[in-house]
């Protein structure tokens, strides 16, 4: 396929199937590719269609019925879903209620053979000339999901808490750098975040755009990963390629500020804009580009001269009120309709009573208009040029050369027999009969009007009360999670006073543990720290360094020294203590590694050790003994040492002798 754009700019897919069927047996398609000028024809298979489409990225896959493409409703999802971002699907057959596609073929002059090839060349052709409806299935609204990327039940090396603080540490950093780019993207969101223990768990951002327009991508990446998705509507939607100028109700405040209103001919407000600099010509021009009026309203009566000349100007039906519209009347109709100023809400209600006031004719004239003629023109010849529904289809068809140029004269009329009076009679109650039936299919339809509106309200009132509901459960998710924060406050509090207390505790010991003793009492001159070890064992004595710290020259004691290894007493050593205070045993060891490190060891029950809490202190001139002793009993075991290897050489030199005789 080849991807040429002379005419287009862009390429059309035309799609009908060839054979098969996607509910069951793999399907073939006929597949045309058209670029305005030129035309590529291929039969593929629904695979290699998507491969296509993908690699192509043409701006509309054509087709005359959608469910030619999808088994179901969800299907169709998907397969809209995992569309590129330029490309739209188009039925060119209509919305909800499609015709004939041979029919729409014939009225806008496109080739048409029953051939699915044929078939699929009239799709590309008429949805190339904007015909057709775009089917849609999700809203403008993107969700932007930025959650944990792995499960915080397990760090490895990690403690628990620490692992679970980094991830959601680095969740709510992500999230903080998706709200910067939609910031500087200048798109509207509302955030969702929920805070968890160092950080958020997740955070969802609910952004006005598609997914094209939003400057985030979809990535999982370590401890977090972004989702997007595009919020689905409960339907599926049909929106018209072509933007037609059809016929429209104006609603208009001159004055200082101008302001103008289009509402179509079903109701739906279209466009509203105010200024206070464009002249009549401008306005005038800004209403051609959105459609021809069939009536222009004021909200004041009577109608200001500014408005009548522009309704003259369009050859268009005026509207006024009775009486000027009251402020909160005009409020009330404008409410669910956007608008920046006082003066847009004018020109809003006006154009806005006026179509409530010629609904039900509109109605009754679009239920008249055979369904190959287009309904606007014939509304504004009955409401604007003052003609009949009848009077205003036979002109058209006059013009389009449905009729004679002109009636022949024929001879003077005869009286009418019985029988054709007779026939003249029957078709006056055929008539009037039919006039009947219309009647009553405008019943009908104001009272499918009303069950429409109830159905409305229904709607509306089971949305408010799910939306009630929402607000109820947010409330009491609100108030546990209150109450779970003022818990943690309490425990908060508890351990600023607990460390408030152990604060000043460390306090005293840091006077001791300094030089400058100007400021300590004479009482405890002649002190020095002890800071304390639960037991001689490598965990401990790393705890001790991370809690209070273990430096050299420090006295250190062990509440139990029993059990300590080799690699224990080296890591005792790297510190040099200035003296190690033991309860319990040293194990030969640790006593041998301390004795080669030159580390003073004396039993703990020689110092007077004073504790509080994790501190402690020992009277110095004690310490100083204890270091005395340790070095007297250091040279009492080298001279004892010295004995031992000069026995040991006698006795090795007395062996040799033995042996020598």
């Not at 058209?396 to 019985?418: F, H, M, Q």
């Not at 006073?497 to 100007?518: C, P, Q, V």
């Amino acid at each position: 396929m080849s991807t040429r754009t002379s005419a287009l700019d862009a390429l059309v897919f035309g799609v009908d199937v060839q054979s098969g069927d996607v509910r069951g047996d793999a399907p073939s398609y006929a597949l045309v590719v058209f670029d305005g000028e030129s035309i590529d024809r291929d039969v593929v298979s629904h695979r290699k269609l998507r491969r296509l489409i993908d690699s192509e990225e043409p701006a509309i896959v054509a087709t005359d019925n959608m469910y030619e493409l999808a088994s179901d409703k969800d299907a169709l999802v998907h397969f809209l879903r995992n569309l590129p971002a330029g490309t739209r699907l188009v039925q060119v057959t209509g919305d909800e209620r499609p015709e004939p596609l041979s029919r729409v073929a014939k009225r806008h002059g496109v080739p048409y053979g029953k051939d699915p090839m044929d078939e699929a060349e009239a799709a590309a052709r008429l949805a190339a000339a904007n015909v057709g409806y775009e089917v849609s299935a999700f809203t403008n609204t993107t969700e932007v999901k930025v959650a944990r990327g792995r499960s915080t039940g397990g760090g490895g090396g990690w403690s628990e808490d620490r692992y679970t603080r980094k991830i959601h540490g680095a969740v709510k950093t992500t999230a903080r750098e998706v709200e910067s780019e939609l910031d500087d993207a200048g798109l509207e969101y509302e955030k969702d975040v929920t805070e968890k223990y160092g950080g958020y768990s997740n955070a969802i951002f609910e952004v006005e755009g598609r997914p094209q327009d939003i400057p985030v991508s979809e990535h999982r990446s370590g401890d977090t990963r972004i989702e997007i998705e595009r919020e689905r509507r409960d339907g599926i939607e049909f929106r018209p390629l072509a933007k037609r100028r059809d016929h429209v109700l104006v609603g208009m405040d001159p004055g200082t500020t101008t302001a103008v209103a289009i509402v179509g001919l079903d109701g739906e407000v279209l466009d509203v804009y105010s200024t206070r600099t464009d002249d009549a010509a401008a306005v005038t021009e800004w209403i051609v580009e959105r459609g021809r009026p069939v009536v222009v309203a004021a909200d004041v009566e009577p109608m200001p001269n500014t408005v009548e000349k522009l309704r003259r100007s369009f050859d268009a039906a005026g509207w006024i009120p009775d009486s000027d519209l009251p402020v909160d009347e005009k409020q009330h109709r404008t409410r669910e309709v956007a608008y920046d100023n006082d003066h847009e809400r004018d020109a809003l209600a006006a154009a806005l009573y006026a179509y409530d006031d010629h609904e039900d004719q509109i109605d009754r004239i679009a239920s008249k208009v055979p369904p190959q003629e287009e309904v606007g023109p014939i509304v504004a010849d009955v409401i604007a040029g003052e003609h009949s529904v009848e009077s205003a289809l036979e002109a058209r068809n006059e013009d389009d050369g449905s009729g004679s140029d002109a009636e022949s004269k024929g001879p003077e009329p005869r009286e009418l027999t019985d029988e054709e009076k007779k026939i003249k009679r029957l078709e006056a109650r055929v008539e009037r009969l039919e006039s009947h039936a219309d009647d009553l299919k405008d019943t009908i339809s104001q009272k499918n009007d009303q069950i429409q509106e109830y159905e409305q309200k229904l709607k509306e009132a089971r949305s408010q009360e799910r939306t009630e509901a929402r607000k109820r459960r947010e409330v009491t998710r609100l108030e546990r999670e209150n109450d779970r924060l003022e818990r943690e406050l309490d425990e908060e509090r508890d351990r600023v006073e607990e460390l408030e207390g152990k604060l000043e505790r460390l306090k005293a010991l840091w006077k001791l543990d300094h030089s400058n003793f100007a400021d300590v009492s004479e009482k405890q001159e002649g002190l020095v720290p002890v800071k304390v070890v639960e037991k001689f064992t490598t965990e401990a004595i790393r705890d001790a360094e991370e809690r209070f710290g273990l430096a050299r020259d420090d006295i250190i004691m062990f509440r139990d020294a029993t059990g300590a290894g080799e690699s224990t007493a080296e890591r005792l050593a790297e510190i040099e203590p200035r003296l190690v205070l033991r309860n319990g045993g040293l194990s030969d060891a640790s006593d041998e590694v301390l004795f080669e490190e030159r580390v003073p060891v004396a039993d703990a029950e020689k110092v007077t050790v004073q504790e509080v809490d994790e501190l402690a202190v020992a009277r110095e001139r004690e310490v100083e003994d204890a270091i005395d002793d340790w070095d007297d009993w250091v040279e009492e075991r080298k001279e004892e040492r010295n004995k031992e290897m000069v026995d040991q050489i006698i006795s090795e030199h007395r062996a040799s002798d033995r042996g020598e005789g």
